[in-house]
């Protein structure tokens, strides 16, 4: 059915009455504001029961106002421009009222309690009855129309309903339909919000594990460096140990070398001595001495493989198999338990090394 809009005289402040009542609508029952009236942070204003309804539905666990438990408040987010809004332990009630908007509601309705003739007025008219107007709901058709239509209409066998009342009726499914997208959309913001936190708690958490991984390896890497500058200092005492003894039996050995060869230098020259009688008062002492020289029994020398290094090889292959299985311990409850496992392998792989640093020193 189509309809027509008809209209009855207008006063000249008709269309501001209308602008104000638009005004003072309350976004979640859609009915002018019921006082007290709250106004938001972000300056948007709500019924106080209609605002404590979408918060309730946003924080299902909140304390009521009369109960003893003392609740850390809450939060809900405005239905008007979505800002969200903190409450404190008072919920909606800590809420400032917006007194100016109290006042004009009550002056609007003193204005609309004037006689009928002071307020414009619009209704829709029946287009098959132009003079009557649309007041019933035909619930068969769900359209409304008017009481013509139902006596002698189309809509003569439908059931229909007051106008009112199916007005009221949808006007309240809209609004707690309204309500619950509110809370909806609330919960699902929190939802959200929740995960986006999550991310940021793996980030932080990634990142600290990071630093300890790093630090773990590198007090690792600390401990092979002191392990390699030990093993570097046994290697280089047990050389000069067994150097100092080569070069003092070279020095024995130079030495009697050179004795050697001036005993010889000596005979030699006697030899070319022309004179018999003089050569044979040197010969016999000269005689003597390169038997003796002869004679002199030298240090022993280095015994057969003296100069291998070879008992200082480390065998590193155990452990750095052992390395390559370091792996993460989903079970770890702390650090100091990883310290621990750690200080006590330490212990533990520092002895055999003790072994095979203490071992070639007692070679020479």
């Given at each position: 059915m189509n309809f027509t809009v008809g209209f009855k005289p207008l006063l000249g402040d008709a269309h501001s009455m209308d602008s104000l009542e638009k005004q003072l609508i309350c976004?979640?029952?859609?009915?002018?504001?019921?006082?007290?009236?709250?106004?938001?942070?972000?300056?948007?204003?709500?019924?106080?029961?209609?605002a404590n309804d979408v918060f309730q539905a946003s924080n299902p666990?909140?304390?009521?106002?009369?109960?003893t438990t003392v609740s850390s408040g809450g939060r809900f987010r405005c239905p008007s421009c979505r800002h969200e809004v903190v409450l404190d332990r008072h919920g909606v009630?800590?809420?400032?009222?917006?007194?100016?908007?109290?006042?004009?509601?009550?002056?609007?309705?003193?204005?609309?309690?004037?006689?009928?003739?002071?307020?414009?007025?619009?209704?829709?008219m029946c287009e098959e009855h132009e003079d009557e107007k649309?007041?019933?709901?035909?619930?068969?058709?769900?359209?409304?129309?008017?009481?013509?239509?139902k006596v002698f209409g189309a809509h003569k066998d439908c059931e229909v309903a007051p106008l009112p009342t199916i007005y009221k009726r949808q006007k309240s499914e809209l609004g707690d339909g309204i309500s619950m997208l509110v809370a909806g959309?609330?919960?699902v913001q929190a939802v959200i919000t929740q995960m986006e936190e999550v991310c940021q708690t793996i980030e932080d958490n990634s990142r600290r594990q990071k630093q300890l991984l790093n630090q773990r390896f590198e007090a690792l890497c600390a401990v092979l460096e002191e392990r390699k500058g030990e093993l570097l200092q046994a290697l280089a005492r047990k050389q000069e140990e067994k150097l100092q003894r080569v070069r003092a039996l070279i020095r024995q050995y130079g030495d009697h070398l050179e004795a050697s060869s001036k005993l010889v230098e000596s005979a030699i020259q006697s030899m070319e001595e022309p004179q018999m009688a003089l050569y044979l008062q040197q010969?016999?002492?000269?005689?003597?001495?390169?038997?003796?020289?002869?004679?002199?029994?030298?240090?022993?020398r280095p015994e057969p493989g003296y100069e291998s290094m070879e008992q200082f090889t480390v065998s590193v292959e155990h452990v750095a198999e052992m390395l390559r299985t370091i792996d993460f311990q989903p079970g770890a409850s702390g650090e100091e338990e990883d310290e621990e496992v750690a200080l006590d392998g330490e212990e533990g792989?520092?002895?055999p090394e003790e072994e095979r640093l203490e071992g070639p020193e007692g070679l020479h």
């Amino acid at each position: 059915m189509n309809f027509t809009v008809g209209f009855k005289p207008l006063l000249g402040d008709a269309h501001s009455m209308d602008s104000l009542e638009k005004q003072l609508i309350c976004p979640i029952c859609l009915e002018m504001f019921s006082k007290p009236v709250v106004i938001l942070p972000c300056q948007h204003n709500l019924c106080r029961k209609c605002a404590n309804d979408v918060f309730q539905a946003s924080n299902p666990l909140w304390q009521s106002r009369g109960s003893t438990t003392v609740s850390s408040g809450g939060r809900f987010r405005c239905p008007s421009c979505r800002h969200e809004v903190v409450l404190d332990r008072h919920g909606v009630y800590g809420l400032q009222r917006n007194l100016l908007v109290e006042n004009i509601i009550d002056i609007y309705k003193q204005e609309s309690s004037r006689p009928l003739h002071s307020k414009a007025e619009q209704h829709l008219m029946c287009e098959e009855h132009e003079d009557e107007k649309i007041n019933i709901y035909c619930l068969s058709c769900e359209v409304p129309t008017c009481s013509l239509c139902k006596v002698f209409g189309a809509h003569k066998d439908c059931e229909v309903a007051p106008l009112p009342t199916i007005y009221k009726r949808q006007k309240s499914e809209l609004g707690d339909g309204i309500s619950m997208l509110v809370a909806g959309n609330d919960r699902v913001q929190a939802v959200i919000t929740q995960m986006e936190e999550v991310c940021q708690t793996i980030e932080d958490n990634s990142r600290r594990q990071k630093q300890l991984l790093n630090q773990r390896f590198e007090a690792l890497c600390a401990v092979l460096e002191e392990r390699k500058g030990e093993l570097l200092q046994a290697l280089a005492r047990k050389q000069e140990e067994k150097l100092q003894r080569v070069r003092a039996l070279i020095r024995q050995y130079g030495d009697h070398l050179e004795a050697s060869s001036k005993l010889v230098e000596s005979a030699i020259q006697s030899m070319e001595e022309p004179q018999m009688a003089l050569y044979l008062q040197q010969a016999k002492e000269l005689i003597n001495k390169v038997g003796t020289m002869s004679k002199v029994e030298l240090a022993g020398r280095p015994e057969p493989g003296y100069e291998s290094m070879e008992q200082f090889t480390v065998s590193v292959e155990h452990v750095a198999e052992m390395l390559r299985t370091i792996d993460f311990q989903p079970g770890a409850s702390g650090e100091e338990e990883d310290e621990e496992v750690a200080l006590d392998g330490e212990e533990g792989s520092a002895g055999p090394e003790e072994e095979r640093l203490e071992g070639p020193e007692g070679l020479h």
